[in-house]
């Protein structure tokens, strides 16, 4: 989880570095959502082939080759801003697309290998401590990127960020002994092929349409995406344009959705002790909407933020519960490519959002768009509570952590 930790750092160095890179380099508000463009689509695309390398591949190499890659386009991309000055663009949209891909099977790997060492008995806390390392990364990153960009030049970030996913490779290979011991559940002998693939998505496909309470789940998740990202998407034109705040009150936001956000971690195992996997999800859903009310009805700036905070914040407690029960109900000789069909639609609603802001800030005010958005939301939980129920019914694949104990090379020294 430190490596990981670490990494998703490097993520959120890459998300502040590449967009002031490109906008550096061109001046234009377009070029630079072109990057974001090169930067997401990879990898919505490769989401569903990276979910069959991870139940075919162990994680140890997927980690190993998606650092090692990310590394390497980090250094190279920093080495060719000086050496070819005139093809600084595209040499940041390859890095982007790159970086794409990498993040997208490492972020799949470590889903897929959670449920093989982790018993079910320990998966809340676990996941806890995943959305914890993922809200610190989310605060830190920002700040120390901005630190680094003003003490040194922003292209030098690049070389920062590939001495980061150095440092995560050299973790995974300090952890070589263990993660060997990872069992695939229902590994295909075959070799993996165009076709072999193509099937295994298809498989992904067919097992989340089995799943009822999963797809509820999906449905669900969807539409918190597209609130959140219609609230990230309006954060600035609200806090600058209506409010009449400075630009630097525009990060105050972030950091206050990061801080309750690392709260959760230490609430969150506690609550689902508690309560059933239905009530837990919809107490968490319930406190967005109410974050996303407040946003929407807020007088002063204050007012504001406290809800934006408790609107972005408290997704941590909301993801936390999701990706347990995925954990428990998804087969785990399909785990992965399910889990990354389902990440793919879950993604889908941010750029949804981002469209959905442009087509209607011309008629309506940031804060309408986003009160109407949780309406909508809370009209489609209706359709999907019929889903969502089936979450009441315990249910548990066999061996939730195949790989636990197995082959452990402390066991020789015990």
């Known amino acids: ?83 070819i000055p005139d093809g600084k663009f595209l040499t940041l949209c390859v890095l982007a697309a790159g970086m794409s891909l990498g993040g997208a099977q490492s972020y799949v790997a470590l889903e897929a290998t959670l449920p093989r060492f982790i018993p079910m008995d320990q998966m809340i806390r676990a996941q806890s401590i995943i959305q914890g390392t993922e809200q610190t990364s989310e605060v830190a990153g920002p700040v120390l990127a901005a630190l680094l960009a003003s003490a040194l030049p922003t292209t030098s970030l690049l070389a920062v960020i590939g001495v980061v996913y150095g440092l995560t490779t050299l973790n995974t290979l300090s952890l070589r002994r263990w993660l060997r011991t990872e069992s695939l559940a229902g590994a295909a002998a075959e070799p993996t092929t165009f076709r072999s693939v193509i099937t295994g998505i298809g498989e ?85 909407c109410l974050g996303g009310i407040g946003v929407g009805l807020a007088n002063t700036f204050a007012e504001y ?9 408290t997704v941590g407690f909301f993801n936390v519960i999701i990706r347990t029960e995925r954990v428990r109900r998804i087969p785990r000789e399909h785990f992965a490519k399910t889990i990354a069909i389902i990440i793919l639609l879950n993604q889908l609603s941010l750029p949804i959002a981002g469209f959905l802001v442009t087509l209607l800030t011309t008629s309506f005010s940031p804060q309408n768009i986003i009160l109407g958005s949780v309406i909508g939301s809370a009209c489609a939980v209706v359709l999907l509570v019929p889903l969502l129920a089936h979450l009441r019914n315990f249910h548990a694949h066999p061996g939730p952590a195949p790989s636990h104990g197995q082959d452990d090379p402390l066991r020789d020294r015990n």
């Not at 406290?306 to 972005?312: E, G, K, M, R, T």
Request: hydrophobic share 55%.
């Open 305 to 313: 933020a406290v809800s934006y905070a408790v609107l972005l914040g």
């Open 204 to 288: 992904g496909v067919s097992t989340l349409r089995k799943l009822p309470a999963i797809l509820g789940l999906v449905g669900l998740t969807m539409t918190v995406n597209l609130m959140v990202g219609i609230g990230m998407a309006t954060s600035a034109a609200t806090t600058v344009g209506v409010f009449r705040q400075p630009d630097k009150y525009y990060g105050i936001l972030s950091t206050g959705a990061g801080i309750v956000g690392i709260l959760t971690f230490f609430v969150v195992p506690k609550l689902a002790k508690r309560m059933n996997p239905f009530a837990a999800l919809m107490t968490s859903y319930s406190l967005i």
């Open 1 to 83: 989880m430190a490596g990981r930790g670490l990494a998703a750092l490097g993520d959120q160095f890459l998300l502040f570095a590449i967009p002031l890179l490109a906008y550096k380099l061109t001046g234009s508000a377009s070029q630079t959502g072109l990057i974001f463009l090169v930067e997401w689509l990879p990898r919505v695309i490769f989401l569903p082939v990276a979910g069959v390398f991870a139940d075919r591949i162990h994680s140890y190499i997927l980690y190993i080759g998606s650092d090692i890659v990310r590394s390497g386009l980090a250094l190279t991309a920093f080495t060719l801003m000086y050496v």
